[in-house]
């Protein structure tokens, strides 16, 4: 036990022992030319002050329907589901159901 103690001891000092070395600092000047050439490439990757791209950027011309997409008409969907449940309503067996069930469905 003594030996495991002294031995964890002498790693422990010899980790601690070495620094990091010290970073030397560089005595050349900043160019200024390359500088700007530098921010001068980070903006033009940007899309800062140009003007904005079309939506529809696909060639195909403008949109013709809303981003959300053209509506639905639902009418004889509803008119369907309704005739089915009035149907239920009167007389409540399977076949009037499954037609019920096939409006809802369809």
């Known amino acids: 036990m ?8 002498a790693v422990s000092l010899a980790g601690c022992n070495r620094a990091a070395a010290p970073v030397a600092n560089s005595p050349k000047p900043i160019n200024v ?3 700007t050439n530098e921010a001068q490439s980070v903006l033009a990757h940007s899309s800062e002050g140009q003007p904005p791209k079309p ?3 696909n060639g195909a ?5 809303s981003p959300t ?3 639905i008409d639902t009418s ?3 008119h369907a589901i ?4 009035k149907g239920i309503k009167a007389k409540s067996d399977e076949p009037t159901k499954k037609l019920l069930a096939e409006a ?3």
């Not at 003594?2 to 001891?9: E, I, S």
């Open 69 to 71: 997409g053209d509506p």
């Open 104 to 106: 809802y469905f369809e």
């Open 2 to 9: 003594k030996y495991l103690l002294l031995a964890v001891a």
């Open 82 to 85: 309704e005739l089915a449940e």
């Open 33 to 35: 030319a390359q500088q």
């Open 55 to 57: 939506m529809n950027s």
């Open 61 to 65: 011309g403008p949109a013709k329907s």
């Open 76 to 78: 004889k969907f509803d």
